[in-house]
């Protein structure tokens, strides 16, 4: 038997669809009748206690007799606020993520002999094998740039002569060499598309071995191979911010769910990957700039908090933008009053609006920043403050800098990629147990039914 059109298998499909919708609901009742944590999240919105890290500590309330009180964002790799870290290599004049990636994955920040000798290290790591470009990335253009990193990560496999192998030397040298390709990967795999997929002109660039990483993700992006040095420090900076965030966020979470099966560390890191680029996720940056987006088209006057505010409550009713009722941008699961990612980069945007001239758009975020908190409590009825995070400023910024929409996701992954790394090692080095948490089958009993009686 054979379908006789496309419409047909569709409208099969769709029927299909519909028997497993219909066979696939569970009564909501039950997670309160035993008492099920949806989304491993308390009722109070508190993440449920799965294990122990040392690798990053994120606050957004502290305790106070007996109760959660908001408190102003924090956050700490290895031990040190983020604020205090970029402060200190920003004062002193150098690039910081390269930093930041030894501190994550060693516990220690390094001294000036240790730094120059992992910049050598990392410098050195900044090769993909021979032919790759040409044999994976250019051969098979993807529009979905987060898809096409994940398919070259796995294809790395191929080329490890020791792929499996889970010693801690082995896995740090496999992640030594992804925190150094993944950029370039990121890079070539929307080159490859922008090409193939657009029409546009293709050009491949080399990395420099005495660049930073965030230098040699602006020479390779741009076809002139030129940029400024605010734009290599803001780059340096966003990549610093987003390089950790806790061990119970979806993707990192996920790095120790697939670790802990004893999978190899190309596996490993596609999977974290994949579980970025959702929207619920990693891929919210995208859907905030692509909000404002639209604000600046729908929005008049950008001065006028009238017609901002009338705009926003729109959005919160699902009468706007992709009507789903969210601000993107706004709010975030643990931190309240303010995200100190965001307050960081919100003063490095306003540095780079300036250069570029462009600050009336820096104002208008900011306008939205101070009006959407107030509306969005009154609308929803929130008992919590809810604050910019990080994905408010991170599209502006990264559009600034001239990278096109579709790598503002990927760039996120290239910077998380150093978490994902030391959250790997340590599930290798401290647990050693299988991830495995349980699920309740709520389902009823029923006999076989021979086909002719069906």
């Known amino acids: 038997m054979s379908y006789a059109s496309a419409g047909e298998i569709n409208r099969e499909i769709h029927r299909l669809a519909n028997l497993c919708v219909e066979n696939n609901r569970i009564d909501p009742n039950l997670y309160e009748v035993y008492q099920v944590k949806k989304g491993l999240r308390e009722p109070n919105g508190k993440g449920v206690l ?4 040392e690798i990053s500590t994120v606050n957004g309330t502290k305790e106070k007799d007996g109760q959660r009180v908001p408190i102003e964002g ?21 690039f910081g993520y390269e930093e930041t ?18 910049n050598r290290l990392i410098s050195h790591a900044r090769r993909l094998p021979d032919d790759f470009i040409e044999d994976v990335v250019l051969k098979s253009p993807n529009k979905d740039i987060m898809n096409a990193m994940a398919r070259s990560i796995l294809a790395l ?21 992804l925190i150094a390709n993944i950029p370039l990967i990121a890079a070539y795999s929307y080159l490859a598309y922008r090409h193939y997929m657009q029409n546009r002109g293709l050009y491949i660039h080399n990395p420099k071995p005495e660049l930073s990483t965030a230098e040699n993700l602006l020479r390779v992006m741009r076809q002139d191979k030129k940029f400024t040095p605010l734009e290599a420090e803001l780059l340096d900076i966003a990549l610093v911010l987003h390089a950790e965030h806790g061990g119970g966020n979806n993707s990192t979470f996920t790095t120790h769910v697939v670790t802990s099966s004893g999978t190899d560390t190309y596996s490993s890191v596609a999977a974290s990957l994949c579980s970025l680029k959702g929207p619920k996720h990693g891929g919210a940056n995208i859907k905030a700039k692509k909000m404002f987006d639209e604000l600046k088209k729908e929005i008049k006057d950008w001065n006028d908090d009238e017609e901002i505010s009338a705009y926003l409550l729109k959005i919160l009713r699902k009468e706007a933008f992709d009507k789903s009722g969210l601000i993107y941008g706004i709010g975030h699961a643990i931190y309240t009053k303010s995200d100190p990612r965001a307050k960081i980069l919100e003063h490095y945007t306003e540095m780079l609006a300036e250069e570029k001239g462009k600050m009336d758009e820096f104002m208008l975020h900011k306008a939205v920043a101070r009006l959407a908190p107030p509306l969005m409590r009154k609308e929803r009825k929130l008992f919590k403050p809810v604050s910019p995070n990080i994905d408010f400023y991170s599209g502006f910024a990264y559009n600034m800098l001239g990278l096109p929409d579709e ?19 340590e599930e290798l080095t401290c647990t050693n147990k299988i991830i495995r948490p349980a699920y309740m ?8 039914i021979p086909l002719e009686k069906r």
């Open 407 to 425: 790598f503002i996701t990927p760039l996120f992954a290239i910077a998380r990629v150093a978490g994902w790394s030391a959250h790997r090692i």
């Open 157 to 177: 496999n191929s080329y490890d002569r020791n792929p499996d192998d889970l010693s801690v030397p082995n896995v740090l040298r496999q992640s030594i060499k």
């Open 50 to 53: 799965t294990g122990l890290t």
């Open 101 to 118: 990636v030894y501190l994550l994955l060693f516990g220690k920040l390094p001294d000036m002999n240790e730094l120059e000798h992992w």
């Open 74 to 94: 924090q956050l700490f790799y290895r031990g040190i606020n983020i604020k205090d870290l970029v402060k200190g290599f920003t004062k002193d004049g150098r």
């Open 441 to 448: 089958s709520v389902a009823n009993e029923i006999s076989y």
